[in-house]
């Protein structure tokens, strides 16, 4: 490179003949960029941070040689990119059975069943959706946590897409970060809603129960989480309600609809006490009782593929329980 900034004297990093190295050219019109900029311009199926980091380990270089990733470019440098798959973690892979919905060489599409963990944290370290997919997909331990994108709770059942590439997940996570992907959940809630509306509340860590979430009435002390629901279904003492998230933090419609005094049924966390409807007949009183989870659903998931562009989606029933309690509230709300 022609600046002092750009040259660093340090050992480069030593690559197989075999790895794939992209070989491109810093156009003209750059003059001045970063050279992490320039680079993400031109390999937009990577994100920054990773480019970074490429170039931080001597992946990248610059007309031969190792460069930093806020050096200034003039146009013109010829780079070379050695993309190198790394495996992201120590975790195992186990034979957890899967429920895939969708899947070609860049996507999974899986319906999670109520109780699976999606990823390894202190106390699960084995036993989660991560491990799962290690087995029946054993090269995304070189996709950062397993190419999981996003996540669901413990006990929320329902879809959740998976990126079998780096590239597939660079595009999926711009896609979430755009609010570009389509996520429809099905719930049912303690109390007769009146009509749908939308939640926008800041959310952030409970500041007394840390394992908690909460609204935040300093808006400035958390993020921002905005939640739209509709009315599906009306049952005596309880609703069905249709929910679509426009972000996506952390146990967000749980806390949202605790918060409007519509808590899910089953929520050991933000539901509170067990509001029994009237008259309620032994058998819905019994049911409700042994509902240890939140009834809540990831019922439709849709995105644009990363490869083709087109739009894909998909929907999945909710578990048989979940069934099964709507149909002895509908039982028991038809009773005169």
Same mark, same amino acid.
């Given at each position: 490179?022609?600046?002092?900034?750009?040259?660093?004297?340090?050992?480069?990093?030593?690559?197989?003949?075999?790895?794939?190295?992209?070989?491109?050219?810093?156009?003209?019109?750059?003059?001045?960029?970063?050279?992490?900029?320039?680079?993400?311009?031109? *390999?937009?199926?990577?994100?920054?941070?990773?480019?970074?980091?490429? &170039?931080?380990?001597?992946?990248? *270089?610059?007309?031969?040689?190792?460069?930093?990733?806020?050096?200034?470019?003039?146009?013109?440098?010829?780079?070379?990119?050695?993309?190198?798959?790394?495996?992201?973690?120590?975790?195992?892979?186990?034979?957890?059975?899967?429920?895939?919905?969708?899947?070609?060489?860049?996507?999974?599409?899986?319906?999670?069943?109520?109780?699976?963990?999606?990823?390894?944290?202190?106390?699960?370290?084995?036993?989660t959706l991560l491990n799962a997919l290690l087995f029946h997909c054993p090269e995304l331990i070189?996709?950062?946590r397993a190419g999981i994108v996003h996540r669901l709770d413990k006990d929320t059942s329902g879809?959740?897409?998976?990126?079998?590439? *780096?590239?597939?997940?660079?595009?999926?996570?711009?896609?979430?970060?755009?609010?570009?992907?389509?996520?429809?959940?099905?719930?049912?809630?303690?109390?007769?809603?009146?009509?749908?509306?939308?939640?926008?509340?800041?959310?952030?860590?409970?500041?007394?129960?840390?394992?908690?979430?909460?609204?935040?009435?300093?808006?400035?002390?958390?993020?921002?989480?905005?939640?739209?629901?509709? &009315?599906?279904?009306?049952?005596?003492?309880?609703?069905?309600?249709?929910?679509?998230?426009?972000?996506?933090?952390?146990?967000?419609?749980?806390?949202?609809?605790?918060?409007?005094?519509?808590?899910?049924?089953?929520?050991?966390?933000?539901?509170?006490?067990?509001?029994?409807?009237?008259?309620?007949?032994?058998?819905?009183?019994?049911?409700?009782?042994?509902?240890?989870?939140?009834?809540?659903?990831?019922?439709?998931?849709?995105?644009?593929?990363?490869?083709?562009?087109?739009?894909?989606?998909?929907?999945?029933?909710?578990?048989?329980?979940?069934?099964?309690?709507?149909?002895?509230?509908?039982?028991?709300s038809e009773q005169p």
């Amino acid at each position: 490179m022609k600046t002092e900034e750009m040259t660093q004297q340090t050992d480069l990093p030593e690559q197989d003949e075999n790895t794939p190295t992209q070989h491109l050219e810093i156009p003209l019109d750059a003059y001045g960029q970063r050279l992490d900029q320039s680079v993400a311009a031109l *390999l937009p199926e990577y994100s920054r941070s990773r480019l970074q980091q490429w &170039i931080k380990q001597g992946k990248v *270089l610059v007309n031969g040689e190792q460069s930093k990733a806020k050096a200034k470019v003039l146009g013109g440098e010829k780079i070379s990119v050695v993309i190198e798959e790394e495996q992201q973690g120590e975790w195992q892979a186990e034979a957890i059975p899967l429920t895939i919905v969708y899947e070609d060489d860049a996507l999974l599409v899986i319906n999670k069943p109520i109780g699976l963990v999606v990823h390894p944290a202190a106390g699960n370290q084995s036993g989660t959706l991560l491990n799962a997919l290690l087995f029946h997909c054993p090269e995304l331990i070189n996709v950062p946590r397993a190419g999981i994108v996003h996540r669901l709770d413990k006990d929320t059942s329902g879809l959740l897409v998976v990126a079998k590439t *780096l590239i597939a997940q660079t595009h999926l996570v711009k896609q979430l970060q755009a609010r570009a992907f389509e996520r429809e959940y099905e719930a049912i809630v303690m109390g007769e809603m009146i009509s749908g509306g939308t939640v926008n509340e800041p959310i952030g860590r409970h500041p007394v129960q840390r394992i908690k979430m909460a609204v935040m009435r300093n808006p400035d002390s958390g993020k921002e989480a905005i939640t739209h629901y509709r &009315i599906k279904e009306r049952y005596r003492g309880y609703t069905c309600v249709q929910v679509k998230l426009e972000t996506g933090r952390t146990h967000q419609i749980r806390v949202h609809l605790a918060h409007i005094n519509f808590p899910i049924v089953g929520d050991p966390t933000y539901a509170g006490r067990l509001r029994l409807p009237p008259n309620c007949e032994p058998e819905l009183k019994q049911y409700l009782h042994q509902f240890k989870h939140q009834a809540l659903h990831a019922r439709k998931l849709g995105l644009k593929h990363p490869e083709t562009g087109q739009w894909l989606a998909w929907e999945a029933d909710v578990p048989d329980d979940f069934a099964q309690l709507k149909c002895l509230l509908t039982r028991y709300s038809e009773q005169p």
